[in-house]
Every structure is written in C-alpha cells, then in structure tokens.
C-alpha cells in the first residue's frame, strides 16, 4: 500500500513550464509503475507518462518530446517536467503507483488527489 500527493499545479501562459511533484508514503524502489495521468473537463483520464522499476518510460504522443517523467527513490519522489506548456494540457494531474500483488493476481492501483493545471493562451 502507498499514499501519493501531487503538487506543483498552477496557471502558467503557454510555452511556460511546470514541475509537478508526488510524494509517496513509503519507498518505490519495488513498485511496479509510477505515473502520471490528467482529466480534462468533459474528457476520460488519460495516461500522460509512466515510469517502471526498470526505468522504462512510455509517454503519451501528445507530449513526448515536451514532458519528462523522473524518479528520486531516496525521497520517495516522482517528478513530471513539462515544458513548452500548451492550453489543451488543462487538466487535473494525478500521481499513480501499480502495486504487484502477485502473478496470478495482477496489480493494484492507487492515486493521489489531483493538482490542477491551466495554461491559458
């Protein structure tokens, strides 16, 4: 089990950047994923970035090249940079931790609460 809270969320012109930040309860040097997802008003959550145990990252095509996903395992951290912010990246962004129970069981999810973020033009 684990409790993630994100921060960094603000209003920010477009081509500004933002850091978000999610602190977790306890050490993800095991857990299975970490990422970042985000909820625009009247759309589906959708992932943004994700970042395995591995260090294998996968990105949505609608930032790869602009947002990076990070990790501080002494700090229990993850870190979402996002550069060259445009309008449509409004969205609530949620930190995600998937926990492997085991092989045969799958994994679980957990989130955080949400940050908001607004890029006006």
């Known amino acids: 089990q684990v409790q993630l809270v994100e921060s960094g969320g603000g209003l920010v012109q477009a081509g500004g950047s933002l850091r978000l930040s999610c602190a977790a309860s306890?050490?993800?040097?095991?857990?299975?994923?970490m990422g970042w997802y985000r909820q625009a008003p009247g759309k589906q959550r959708e992932l943004v970035a994700s970042?395995?145990?591995?260090?294998?990252?996968n990105y949505a095509d609608s930032v790869k090249g602009r947002f990076t996903i990070s990790t501080d395992n002494d700090k229990n951290m993850v870190y979402l940079q996002m550069s060259s912010l445009k309008p449509e990246d409004t969205a609530v962004y949620y930190c995600n931790a998937q926990i492997t129970i085991t092989r045969a069981f799958g994994s679980r999810d957990y989130w955080g609460q949400g940050t908001q973020v607004t890029v006006s033009s």
């Open positions: 970042i395995t145990s591995a260090y294998s990252t």
């Open positions: 306890r050490s993800i040097v095991d857990i299975n994923a």
